[in-house]
Every structure is written in structure tokens, then in C-alpha cells.
């Protein structure tokens, strides 16, 4: 099992081998709410979701189902002939997350189980997030930040009636968090503490970001350190390996890849283009 914390919400990676049929009791985590993803399987026949061990999910098998449950909800899990299984669970308290994010008002009672629920944007963004579980770049703190909140946002907040674009940040509160992003640069910086800087909720900052610069937080600290990046690369004699490390990548081979995508040439590449 993998897992990992963002803004106080923790994200669990399992994966099961598993031979014929399966029933077994899910943990009540008696005191969380949880969001469970299937995100993989293999058998002659699908895993479910259970209110009893004896009670078949009455809802019809449909791909990138997921099941919610309220804190200390009872729930089983069965299949008949599975052979692998890969799956998430996403565990929060409601009234904390809701109150961190700035969710005033809940689209439905949140003390109500879904056995099976479907929702392929919901289903995406828990598969974005199970895939940084393991991601150690400074900038997988702000992009699991965000996700979790789109998620939050998802489940729990009404849809905003449509007014055309998306209004920005004002001047001040836009300088006030470049300056801080700059100043932690290259450190893991939470999404938390820059809505807080603008007086906003984490869902209304990203949106205002993206709107005022183009790219979401995340991508904005990501590419700010590939602009460190090139200038070292530029002014000094530095090798890739102490590039990598002054911009916060694990090391030259992550840098490398990373730099690559986002340029499209390797750092050495890159370099040597512009300096003969």
C-alpha cells in the first residue's frame, strides 16, 4: 500500500492478488468519509461494493465506478472470480475539508452511502492523484493540493452559474503570491498558504490564477524553475547534476526528463545551442 497526505486528505494506493471469489469486510473508519476508485481489475467477474456480505450491489456494473461512504458506514467487498485488483481510497473529515476549502454549501446530504457512483471527471482526478502518490518533485505538493480541492469541489460544491470568464486576481493579491512562490522557490509550497496570502479559498485562488497568468499554480512553479534552470545553465559553469539540485529536481536524470518535456531539448542540448 501507498500513501500520501494533501490538504488533509489521505489518499491510500492499494493493489490486491487475488485467486477466485472474494468477500471481505472494508474498514469503518469510523470517524472519515470515504471516496473509493476502482482504478483496475482482472477476473472473470467485476468487483462490487457491498452494503451486507450477503447483499448484492442492486446498482448495475458500469466502468470507473467509484462508492462513497460516510464515517462508520459498514461496507463489504466482493467478486466472484477476480485475479488482480487495483484500487484507491480517499479518506477526509467533511466538516474540516469543507471549512479548509471554503465550501459553504454541500450539493446533497453528505451522511448518505453510493454503493456505486459514477462520474468520469470525479473518477479522473482521484487517478491523477494516485499517480503523484509516490512523485518526490516540490511541485507534486501544489498539484495534489489542487487536486484535492477539485475533488472536494466535486463532490460537495453546487456548480457556479456561468458569467463568462473567469475574473483574475487583483494586482495586489497576484504580487503577493509570486512573491512568495519566488521566495520559497525552489520548496514545496502549499496551496493552502497561498489562498490564505489572497484571502481566498483554494478553489477560487487556482481558478483567479489561472486566470490572471495562463497556468495553474503548480505549473507556474514548475516552469519558474526551469527558467532558474536555464539561466544557470547560461551563466555558469555549473554541472547538471548541481542544476538539478538548485532547482529542486531528485537529480540530473529527473531534471533531464522534466527540462526535455517542457523545452523540448535536453539540458545539455539546450545549452549548447545557445552558447556556440
Known amino acids: ?14 493493489e490486491f492478488t487475488c485467486t477466485g471469489r472474494v468477500l471481505f469486510q472494508m474498514d469503518s473508519h469510523e ?6 476508485t476502482l482504478l483496475e481489475e482482472v477476473g472473470r467477474d467485476h468487483a462490487e461494493t457491498r452494503s451486507a456480505a450477503n447483499k448484492p450491489n442492486p446498482i448495475a456494473y ?19 472470480d477476480t485475479l488482480y485488483v487495483k484500487c484507491a481510497a480517499i479518506s477526509f473529515d467533511v466538516a ?3 471549512d479548509r476549502l471554503g465550501i459553504c454549501e454541500s450539493l446533497g446530504p453528505v451522511d448518505t452511502p453510493h454503493l456505486r457512483l459514477f462520474d468520469d471527471r470525479l473518477w479522473t482526478l482521484v487517478k491523477l492523484l494516485t499517480d503523484s502518490i509516490s512523485d518526490t518533485d516540490p511541485t507534486a505538493q501544489l498539484y495534489g493540493d489542487s487536486l484535492t480541492a477539485a475533488i472536494a469541489a466535486r463532490l460537495f460544491e453546487r456548480p457556479k452559474e456561468s458569467k463568462g ?26 496551496l493552502e498558504t497561498l489562498a490564505k496570502i489572497a484571502g481566498l479559498s483554494q478553489s477560487h485562488f487556482s481558478r483567479a490564477f489561472k486566470a490572471s497568468t495562463g497556468l495553474a499554480p503548480y505549473q507556474w512553479q514548475l516552469q519558474s524553475r526551469i527558467e532558474s534552470a536555464r539561466n544557470l545553465l547560461l551563466n555558469t559553469n555549473d554541472g547538471l547534476e548541481d542544476i538539478a539540485i538548485a532547482t529542486g529536481f531528485a537529480d540530473a536524470v529527473h ?19 545557445r552558447l556556440t
Open 165 to 190: 470568464s473567469e475574473s483574475g486576481l487583483s494586482a495586489i493579491q497576484l504580487k503577493d503570491a509570486l512573491g512568495y512562490l519566488e521566495s520559497k522557490m525552489p520548496e514545496k509550497v502549499e
Open 255 to 273: 531534471f533531464g526528463r522534466t527540462f526535455r518535456k517542457l523545452t523540448g531539448a535536453t539540458p545539455a542540448a539546450w545549452r549548447m545551442d
Open 62 to 80: 458500469k466502468p470507473k465506478h467509484m462508492y462513497f461512504a460516510p464515517a462508520g458506514h459498514e461496507l463489504w467487498g466482493h467478486s466472484s
Open 31 to 36: 470517524e472519515s468519509t470515504r471516496l473509493g
Open 96 to 98: 474540516m475539508l469543507q
Open 1 to 14: 500500500m501507498s500513501s500520501r497526505n494533501w490538504n488533509g486528505v489521505n489518499v491510500d494506493l492499494n
